[in-house]
């Protein structure tokens, strides 16, 4: 069940439909928020929004989607809905977004950087797990500067351990 309700879009203060727009706007949003505009490749985005008042931003996308970071040499899945809560160097309640660690897919909670700046980015976990990584590793260094390894067609969601 989709957390994004007709009430929730009716509050929304940016609301977009379509792939082009919403990826220019997710990335405007992330550059805004001192984040790395990479942190979230998505693929045929069909829907994004924000309210400014909370800080709740939601992206849609047609399929989940499994990417490498390259840099890091992470595998991340990406839901077909994805939900935070944004402000300045932080994405906080994250929903929709786990990582591979050793075997076991884990959700991320929060992203933050450090303060003061160091160059790094942190990815927590609900449970407390956390890594450090630097900020480069998902700062887009072009239009596909994150590489898609693969995506799920009737491949079941990533199970949260």
Not at 9 to 38: V, W
Not at 88 to 94: A, D, P, R, T, Y
Not at 126 to 143: C, I
Request: proline share 5%.
């Amino acid at each position: 069940m989709s957390l994004i309700t007709d009430e929730v879009r009716a509050k929304a203060d940016e609301l977009y439909h379509g792939d082009a727009i919403c990826q220019e706007k997710s990335k405007f949003l992330l550059t805004e928020m001192d984040l790395p505009n990479g942190l979230l490749p998505m693929k045929d985005m069909l829907e994004c929004g924000y309210i400014k008042e909370t800080g709740f931003v939601w992206l849609k996308q047609k399929k989940s989607t499994t990417h490498k970071f390259e840099k890091v040499g992470r595998l991340a899945s990406y839901a077909t809905e994805i939900t935070a809560y944004v402000e300045k160097g932080k994405i906080k309640k994250l929903t929709g977004v786990k990582t591979k660690e050793l075997m076991v897919w884990v959700s991320i909670g929060d992203i933050f950087l450090d303060d003061p700046p160091t160059g790094k980015i942190t990815f927590k976990s609900p449970t407390g797990l956390f890594r450090t990584f630097p900020v480069s590793a998902f700062q887009l260094d072009g239009p596909d500067g994150v590489k898609t390894v693969e995506e799920h067609k009737d491949v079941p969601e990533a199970v949260e351990v």
